[in-house]
């Protein structure tokens, strides 16, 4: 069944558009470097025993696409350019409202170029194609409106060479693999979102050997918070006399290690979300 929308339907169709697009963590649940390598992305299948077409544009041919299964709907498809192909695909929980994955391609090109992993509807992870090449090279924590980590192949070799450690979506840690051997040999250090410290290990042997203290000089004069999902970023009433610093020494000590005892649990819940 093709169901023609009328043009307040269209702009509500635009709507959704807008609020489903975008460009991918508990604290502390980095995986080891190198460990993490490239995977294809694959788009789920989206079946069920009854749909409900949608033709948004009126020219005879079905533009959203909603699957039930059990009265309930299991998933639903946007062709957002009108060119028959499907441009994100919403998945939804057992009861068939609760939204628990979305698959969006960005360029239009019939390929996926993001995954949005959530849990109990919000926003949980997300997994990128950033240069179209049909594999995964960015991997995205969020927690709540927050961006938290981000592990990415910025070289494209097909495993991570970068690591972002956030709190409350200000960057605090970030660490650089530039050879490729699955170690980082740079080690940057923020506070308010600001580089105050950079390290380095110029002979290769997993420990920094050069440090270089950043002045504020150097620094942009205001870094605001990243936020993961599109939602506003809550304003921080300041109060005199209070420590309005980002996050603590202890926060960042926690934080700081791409390779915490807590990436085993992370892996595990990453598994478990993909079967």
Known sequence: MI?????????????????CG????????????????AEEME??????????????????????????????ERCTEYDMNFDGRVDI??????????????????????????N???????????????????????????????????ERDGHHTGKV????????GMLV?????????????????????????IELDSDYDSKPDRSEKIGAINTPAETKPLNCDGSPIPEVEEKKGSDTSAVTRQQEEEQSAPWSQDSQEESSEEKNEEQ
Request: hydrophobic share 30%; proline share 2%; net charge negative.
């Open 3 to 19: 169901v023609r929308m009328t043009k307040t339907t269209l702009i509500l169709f635009g709507w959704i558009a807008t609020g």
């Open 22 to 37: 975008g460009a991918s963590v508990e604290a502390g649940a980095e995986t080891f470097p190198g460990t993490r390598e």
């Open 43 to 72: 788009r789920n299948s989206c079946k069920g025993d009854r749909e409900s077409a949608v033709d948004v544009n009126g020219d005879g041919k079905p533009d959203i696409r909603h699957v039930f299964e059990d009265n309930k």
């Open 89 to 114: 695909s919403r998945f939804f929980a057992d009861d068939g409202k609760t939204v628990t994955l979305e698959q969006h391609d960005f360029d239009f090109d019939g390929k996926l170029d993001q």
């Open 116 to 150: 949005a992993y959530y849990e109990k509807g919000v926003l949980h992870r997300k997994e990128q194609d950033t240069n179209f090449s049909g594999l995964i090279d960015t991997w995205i924590w969020c927690k709540g409106s927050y961006l938290q980590r981000v």
């Open 161 to 168: 060479n970068t690591w972002e450690i956030y709190n409350q």
């Open 173 to 197: 840690k970030a660490y650089y693999d530039n050879n490729n051997d699955g170690r980082p040999e740079r080690w940057e250090t923020y506070r308010d979102g600001q580089l105050v410290e």
